[in-house]
């Protein structure tokens, strides 16, 4: 008997679809196992759709994106109810996402930067008719209802996607991995003591050499291993897309202690790398952080 399924998008760049249907002819084992019930990205499906479902009806519900607005949530909280088994799709729905960099700011202070001050802004207004309201700030889709199982990655692999739902419609456990993306790079690596950082496009790149090593900031350290270092591999730095394994609580806080110990550089130095630590070290889960944590209950206790 197929397994009812919805898939739900919030806001994000609904690239988890697209890696979906880039399973291509695998598509054709999974699907006839599906009876899709909702899935707007697809289909011209409407909220009250799935609404009408009765609770419990899913077998399996995928979220993804994060609640940037009301209505984000609302549709989370229907996805909980309409599901026997949520499941985070993407690092978007299980961190925050990009957009939880907003979290450096307050909500009034990023609509105003957005509508009225960027440089492309040429009639200044904040839209106010049909459209819904603004959350206060980015948290990890987990923090405001139950999920079952999270899939990070920006996207996630077609491969970690088939792997996942194999699993749930065969009741097989689909456990995350403690190994990281170093574990997965064929790259040759050293003790290391940097001096100094390059940005990617600065000198030239070792092909088999570890990309730290060299100077470039790759993340692969402290970063899952589900991609198979697809970027090292491709003689790009990891950016950490995927977030930390699950024994690491802060992605960022464990890079920056381990930038620490493996730099020869005064902590003036490091700062002066890096002047956007943040965007840096914490590109899909800062609001899944302790900084954005303490620095929104901050702003909460002001008002």
């Known amino acids: 008997m197929p397994k009812r399924v919805a898939f739900a998008q919030l806001s994000s760049c609904w690239g988890c679809d697209q890696s979906l249907v880039d399973l291509h002819l695998r598509l054709l084992e999974v699907l006839p196992q599906l009876e899709i019930k909702y899935w707007p990205a697809v289909v011209d499906y409407k909220l009250s759709d799935l609404e009408r479902l009765p609770k419990g009806s899913l077998h399996v519900g995928f979220v993804e994106g994060s609640c940037r607005t009301q209505e984000d949530v609302h549709l989370l909280e229907v996805m909980r109810e309409k599901s026997q088994v949520l499941v985070a799709w993407g690092s978007c729905s299980c961190y925050g996402g990009v957009q939880g960099l907003a979290n450096q700011w307050s909500i009034d202070e990023a609509i105003t930067r957005k509508f009225l001050k960027a440089d492309t802004v040429t009639d200044p207004r904040v839209p106010d008719e049909n459209v819904p309201g603004f959350t206060d700030h980015i948290v990890p889709n987990p923090d405001i209802v139950p999920f079952e199982l999270i899939i990070p990655g920006c996207p996630p692999t077609s491969d970690n996607i088939y792997d996942a739902v194999v699993a749930l419609l065969t009741g097989k456990p689909f456990d995350l991995p403690d190994r990281t993306v170093c574990d997965e790079c064929p790259r040759e690596r050293e003790e290391k003591h940097i001096k100094e950082f390059h940005r990617t496009y600065e000198g030239h790149i070792d092909p088999n050499k570890c990309l730290l090593d060299q100077g470039y900031l790759c993340l692969g350290f402290a970063t899952i291993g589900l991609c198979g270092a697809q970027c090292p591999s491709a003689n790009s730095p990891c950016k950490g897309c995927f977030g930390p394994?699950?024994?690491?609580?802060?992605?960022?806080?464990?890079?920056?202690a381990a930038?620490?110990?493996?730099?020869?550089?005064?902590?003036?130095?490091?700062?002066?790398?890096?002047?956007d630590p943040i965007g840096s070290f914490y590109f899909t889960?800062?609001?899944?952080?302790?900084?954005?944590?303490?620095?929104?209950?901050?702003?909460?206790d002001t008002k």
């Open 259 to 275: 930038l620490g110990a493996i730099t020869d550089m005064s902590p003036e130095e490091l700062k002066s790398m890096f002047p």
């Open 285 to 300: 889960d800062y609001a899944a952080s302790f900084i954005s944590k303490i620095a929104t209950a901050e702003r909460s």
């Open 245 to 256: 394994p699950p024994s690491i609580k802060d992605h960022g806080a464990k890079i920056i």
